[in-house]
Antibody, heavy 122, light 112 residues
Framework: QVQLVQSGAEVKKPGASVQVSCKAS????????INWVRQAPGQGLEWMGW????????GYSQKFQGRVTMTRTTSISTAYMELSSLRSEDTAVYYC???????????????WGQGTLVTVSS | DIVMTQSPDSLAVSLGERATINCKSS????????????LAWYQQKPGQPPKVLIY???TRQSGVPDRFSGSGSGTDFTLTINSLQAEDVAVYYC????????FGPGTKVEIK
């Protein structure tokens, strides 16, 4: 069965960076985009960007351009999201989610990771 | 940029009754070349990731109970939950994927 398993909770100081990992199993990792979505406490869902695991191409929300980097290691079917220059407003649960087939049209997100809480506090 | 709105913000429905949630996009999410609406609905329960219920505006995801249905086209969409069950208490989000993905603000469904 398809699974996305994320790394554990993180506590970071303002100005630091955080990297969250997302390990995929149950399907061909390089065949589907991976998206990252975050959710601040008590708030809605905010899309951050996508990555094509086959070639590493990425597309970021304008809001996060310059602060976010999405990468992958195909040999272990794992995607990464790094967010830099952290501020308190970045405190949120970060989710990875499987998107479209890499060569296909945009589509919904059909499988999600369990979420990773990132807390930014001095 | 597309803006997504949902109404109401919250609603309380009696068990067994119908819940209706509306979603509006500031521009059409209907792609004319394939006649598909790039609109999905998700359910999120506390402490859990979102779960897709409906995609292409009206296609039910495998395993989703048939009391959930989606309708609409262009800019106006509706999620209907027929015969509300206790396990349907959740926040529901619409999402457009016509352009860069964007979620609506959510609608909280509770039991009256």
């Amino acid at each position: 069965q398809v699974q996305l398993v994320q790394s554990g909770a993180e506590v970071k100081k303002p100005g630091a960076s955080v990297q969250v990992s997302c390990k995929a199993s149950g399907y061909t990792f390089t065949s589907y985009d991976i998206n990252w979505v975050r959710q601040a406490p008590g708030q809605g869902l905010e899309w951050m960007g996508w990555m094509n695991p086959n070639n590493g191409n990425t597309g970021y929300s304008q809001k996060f351009q310059g602060r976010v980097t999405m990468t992958r290691t195909t040999s272990i079917s794992t995607a990464y999201m790094e967010l830099s220059s952290l501020r308190s407003e970045d405190t949120a649960v970060y989710y990875c989610a499987r998107g479209k087939i890499v060569t296909g049209t945009p589509t919904h997100f059909d499988y999600w990771g369990q979420g990773t809480l990132v807390t930014v506090s001095s | 940029d597309i803006v997504m709105t949902q109404s109401p913000d919250s609603l309380a429905v009696s068990l067994g009754e119908r819940a209706t949630i509306n979603c509006k996009s500031s521009q059409s999410v209907l792609y004319n070349s394939n006649n598909k609406n790039y609109l999905a609905w998700y359910q999120q329960k506390p402490g859990q990731p979102p779960k897709v219920l409906i995609y292409w505006a009206s296609t039910r995801q495998s395993g989703v109970p048939d009391r959930f249905s989606g309708s609409g086209s262009g800019t106006d969409f509706t999620l209907t939950i027929n015969s509300l069950q206790a396990e349907d208490v959740a926040v529901y989000y619409c999402q457009q994927y016509y352009t860069s993905p964007l979620f609506g603000p959510g609608t909280k469904v509770e039991i009256k």
